[in-house]
């Protein structure tokens, strides 16, 4: 017998094969999609509750520290260079030195900037009626003024649950998760 008589096994997939399997692939793509658009929103969303959280954290500690009162503001200044309270907090904050207790910001009470939230994502109060646009202050005794509750939820999946940041009046801030139903409309 000559070399070229003796037959290997054929190598490869058929074409049938191939078929089976993009068929397939194609099932647990539009299968897994949509659940992993959900857990990315998801994550957006507790990613910004606790971004905010940290905001909020800081502040009532520089407070404390400084023994003076500290705020924070939305404000643009990350992105603009303008550093002034100004829209919501969807566009971004601010921590500063707020010995006055107003929206005026001195030339050196800047303490922290923050980047705009996710475009997708909205923050408002726990009703879902009003944008979170006010400013909040802590005093040097780490205090509030009064109980606040800010709810992030998905613009683009207002049906998953929301992430609540809960204040207390003493200025003890948490994240809940799906405390408060988020509007099926975005706000302006």
């Known amino acids: ?6 037959r290997k096994p054929a190598r490869g997939l058929t074409l049938v094969e191939l078929m089976l399997v993009l068929a ?25 509750a606790t971004r905010l959280l940290v905001a ?3 502040a009532r500690s520089e407070a ?11 404000s643009r200044y990350a992105v603009s260079g303008v550093l002034a309270c100004d829209g919501d907090y969807r566009g971004g904050w601010i921590v500063f030195n707020n010995p ?7 030339p050196n009470s800047l303490i922290q900037a923050y980047l705009p939230m996710h475009p997708q994502l909205q ?34 999946q207002p049906g998953l649950a929301s ?17 408060g139903e988020c509007p099926r409309e975005a706000l302006a």
Do not use: H, K, Y
Not at 1 to 6: N, Y
Not at 163 to 179: A, D, E, F, H, T
């Open 1 to 6: 017998m000559d070399r070229m008589s003796i």
């Open 24 to 48: 397939l692939l194609g099932i647990f793509t539009v299968v897994a999609v949509p659940g992993f658009q959900s857990l990315q929103q998801r994550t957006q969303m507790r990613a910004e």
């Open 56 to 58: 909020l954290n800081l």
């Open 64 to 74: 404390v520290r400084r023994n003076l009162p500290v705020s924070l503001c939305p």
């Open 100 to 106: 006055g207790r107003d929206l005026e910001i001195g």
């Open 123 to 156: 923050l408002s109060n726990r009703s879902g009626t009003l944008l979170a646009d006010e400013l909040i202050t802590f005093m040097p005794d780490g205090s509030a003024g009064r109980n606040r509750t800010l709810m992030i939820c998905s613009r683009a």
């Open 163 to 179: 992430w609540s940041l809960v204040m207390n009046i003493v200025g003890r801030s948490r994240l809940v998760r799906g405390w």
